[in-house]
Each structure stands twice: as C-alpha cells, then as structure tokens.
C-alpha cells in the first residue's frame, strides 16, 4: 500500500570518510565574528585570534558568556574539561573546526 520513509532504503548514506563532515574555517570565522558582533563591545578588527582573553581585555564573566553564545551559534556543548582550557578565541574556533556534531 504505502511506503513508510521510516525504512532504511529512503535515508541518506552518509560515508565517514566523505570530505564535508565538519564545518569549514572560513564560516567558522565568519559566524564567530557575527556572535562577536552581536556583543557591541570588541572592535572585530583589533581582536587578536591568538592573544589570551585577559589580555584583550576579557574577564572570565566575558568569555563564559561569549563561548556559551558561540556552543548556541554551532548548536554544541564543549565538555567542561575543554570549556575551561579555552585560553584565546583560536582556542574555540579550533574546537569548532574538529568538532563534527556543529552546523
């Protein structure tokens, strides 16, 4: 009669080995300057990637808050273990780029 969409034939193989399983670095970048953005207190252009936080400036109230924006910007939850070695903004966006659950 009817065909169900729950059988197995209609769902899309994805191959693990298939290049594009995780996000690509430039709309990491460009996604994580947008959750920037959003907070009004960084001049993009002056934020140092490698610099730590407390030296740009950024408490840890700050960066808990802006780290909590980008885990709802790529829809992922860092382990706390790794949520609290984040010393620089290149620290999270290499999270990001390894990360294969974010979109």
Not at 18 to 44: A, M, P, S
């Amino acid at each position: 009669m009817y065909q169900s969409y729950a059988d197995t034939d209609f769902l899309p193989k994805k191959n693990p080995r298939q290049v594009g399983d995780v996000l690509d670095e430039t709309e990491i970048i460009t996604r994580f300057n947008f959750v920037l953005h959003q907070f009004k207190l960084y001049d993009l252009a002056s934020i140092n990637w490698k610099q730590p936080f407390e030296e740009q400036g950024i408490d840890s109230l700050e960066a808990t808050a802006l780290i909590t924006s980008l885990e709802h910007e790529f829809h992922i939850v860092f382990e706390d273990n790794v949520f609290d070695s984040f010393e620089c903004f290149n620290d999270v966006k290499k999270q990001i780029c390894n990360d294969h659950n974010a979109f």
